[in-house]
């Protein structure tokens, strides 16, 4: 037996590509989840780790669509996209008028909630990203058009290399769902920010501020960012903007192209924790049978 969750997120995803659980079989069904197909022609999936190390079974989740009646071939244009349609920003609206909300539904094959029988969390994580026309960049969230993972090496001691890494790297054939940068973080990224050294080589191996500064590095603070107020050049101006519901900072984002400077930086909400809703385990139970 399974069973079905629902709760309900605010803000609209103009792009989903990707909702999943980590080792706990769980499905997506509204927006639909890929559980790492893509546009396999078989019952199962071809590369469990495409996107994410889903953890699922092999015969879950949903093909990308094809836009029209043509298959979408090696072309991402020709891919279906689910549109969903708001009333405005959650978080700059007045009371509860007018705010649309969207439903996620899901299956859960394993017990969750106030269930006493297992301990369960359930994690809705998602990105958002304006809409782009063609490929879009290295850093666009797509779908891909092979089955294959992305890449990512890690840095060694070859400056040229590391510099590279990145280009290198990512394909733009691929499905790719977060940024490379943000490859290999072993905390959220999402509301904390977190100190890395910066080097003139492109990468470093400190991880504390003593080794980084001592050997010609900077030791720098980054944030994460929902995205940036270009028209706010100082941090007066920055931080003094009030739009209900958006917090601006003045701070270094982590992926800046002006030599880590501050910018004005839109942050993120802090994540909505509630209780997870009561779904019951799979049974399988020993059935006496009269004998004949």
């Known amino acids: 037996m399974t069973a079905m969750g629902r709760t309900l997120m605010r803000g609209v995803l103009t792009c989903v ?7 706990a079989d769980i499905f997506l069904h509204v927006p639909r989840g890929s559980n790492n197909r893509l546009n396999e022609v078989t019952a199962n999936r ?3 780790n495409r ?3 889903s953890q699922d079974n092999d015969k879950g989740g949903y093909n990308v669509g094809d836009k029209t009646d043509k298959p979408a071939g090696m072309n991402q244009a020709n891919q279906y996209s689910m549109k969903y349609f708001q009333s405005g920003p959650y978080n700059t609206m007045n009371g509860g ?4 909300f969207m439903d996620i539904e899901w299956t859960n094959q394993h017990g ?4 006493v029988d297992t301990h369960c969390n359930i994690v809705l994580q998602y990105m958002c990203q304006d809409d782009v026309d063609g490929a879009g960049n290295i850093d666009t969230l797509r779908n891909g058009l092979t089955t294959d993972t992305q890449g990512y090496v890690r840095p060694g001691r070859n400056t040229v290399t590391n510099k590279n890494r990145k280009k290198t790297d990512v394909k733009m054939n691929r499905g790719l769902h977060e940024s490379w940068d943000w490859s290999f973080r072993t905390k959220s990224f999402n509301v904390k920010p977190y100190n890395e050294c910066i080097h003139p080589d492109g990468w470093s191996r400190y991880n504390n501020e003593e080794d980084c500064t001592s050997n010609g590095g900077q030791w720098l603070l980054l944030h ?3 995205e940036k107020a270009s028209d706010k050049t100082n941090k007066n101006a920055c931080e003094n903007t009030k739009t209900a519901g958006l917090v601006y900072k003045w701070a270094v984002p982590h992926d800046s192209t002006n030599g880590y400077q501050p910018e004005c930086l ?3 909400s802090a994540p909505d924790c509630i209780i997870a809703p009561w779904t019951r385990l799979v049974h399988s139970r020993d059935l006496a049978c009269p004998q004949r």
């Open 112 to 115: 969750c909630g106030n269930n």
């Open 97 to 100: 008028e007018g705010r649309s």
């Open 266 to 268: 839109v942050k993120s």
């Open 224 to 226: 994460s960012y929902l």
């Open 46 to 48: 071809k590369n469990a």
């Open 17 to 23: 590509l990707l909702l999943g659980g980590v080792a």
């Open 51 to 53: 996107l994410y190390d």
